[in-house]
């Protein structure tokens, strides 16, 4: 099988295997997330310096790591790269991902159902959930619901994705307002109300919030004393994060 090549943030190899298959006929939901990486680059290049500095302070911190969603890899090269993990599990439902995080030196790769895998209560230090899709509402109902489970075994760490904002606030304000119990205005109130939220249900709060373009972000959670930090990264400096070789 031939192979592409990227460098992500000016300092780490990736290599994809390369067996492109065209899915722009496809919904996106139904996208697998190889094609994303090989179409959207300048959303997987702020993705990738969002990434960075969330967990920069764990630099070199040698802590055991799973990741349930993820993926093509290009996260879990740089968990791998910065943590320098001393156990690293990373699992996809999607059997083509599967196939690129074995490809991934290092890491143990699995073929699963994460939802189904997140209620095993593995003791790792970090747990990783790069949900396709999520908000306030999903994870307190139905099969996101799991979500609390990832603290059941209480990681040093949890990190996960919110993709929440791909709406304006307005659209899903009182829904957010019923379960967060305070009004809501803008995502930065969000993400603060769910930390008070998740402080109140599981412990932990929310310590780094990484904005990306106009629809995910990534939140970083301990149960340490944690003072928000928000932080912005937009798709202009597009060819940092996520460079093709
Ligand atoms: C946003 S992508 C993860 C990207 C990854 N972190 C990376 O950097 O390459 C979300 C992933 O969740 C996977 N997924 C969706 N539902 C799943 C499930 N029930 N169990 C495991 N993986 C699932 C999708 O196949 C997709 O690869």
Redesign the pocket.
Known sequence: MTTKQAIICNKWNYRLNNNYKDESHKENSKR??LY??QEKQELVSS?CLATEWLIEDLANSYLTIR??????????IIFKNVIKPTEHVA????YE?FNQLSSIEGIKSLH????KSILKNEKFDIKVC???KSSIIQITRGLWSNFLALFMSKPKYVIW?DTSRTYPISIHKEKYEKILQQEINSYEEYFEAMSIWLKINTGYSISKVAYRGKNANYILASADKNILQHKYFTLEDKYEGFVWK
């Open positions: 697998s997330y994303f990486v993705k990741e349930y969603f993820a993926g093509a890899g290009v996260s879990t699992g996809d439902l999607d991902c699963e159902d994460g939802h790069d949900f396709p994705t």
